[in-house]
């Protein structure tokens, strides 16, 4: 099982640091991703993690903002954003997957920017 949190109520310009973690065995083999989704809108990605941890991907609003992590010990994948805006605000969720695996949703953490 997958739980989000650390999300929370900033400013815009804050930071905030939201994290994934697995329960009920190891989610070394997975790539973790994180998505979100704004009231009315559909759930888009945000940013992903590969299953060593040498490759990550960002959505173009979030390059040079946000960093993904991963801390195998902890089987824990951050998200750290900063420079946040109001437009990041949303229920972000994780989600684990490996080729030939289920895959495996969070149940979403909310994040709010106020302007």
């Known amino acids: 099982q997958l739980q989000a949190s650390g999300g929370g109520l900033v400013q815009a310009g804050g930071s905030l640091r939201v994290s994934c973690v697995a329960s009920g065995g190891t989610f070394s083999g997975y790539a973790i991703g994180w998505f979100r989704q704004a009231p009315g809108k559909e759930r888009e990605f945000v940013s992903s993690?590969?299953?060593?941890?040498?490759?990550?991907d960002y959505a173009d609003s979030v390059k040079g903002r946000f960093t993904i992590s991963r801390d195998y010990a902890k089987n824990t994948v951050y998200l750290q954003m900063n420079s946040l805006k109001p437009e990041d605000t949303a229920v972000y969720y994780c989600?684990?997957?490996?080729?030939?695996?289920?895959?495996?949703w969070g149940q979403g953490t909310q994040v709010t920017v106020s302007s």
């Open positions: 989600k684990a997957s490996a080729p030939g695996l289920p895959v495996y």
């Open positions: 993690i590969s299953r060593s941890g040498g490759s990550t």
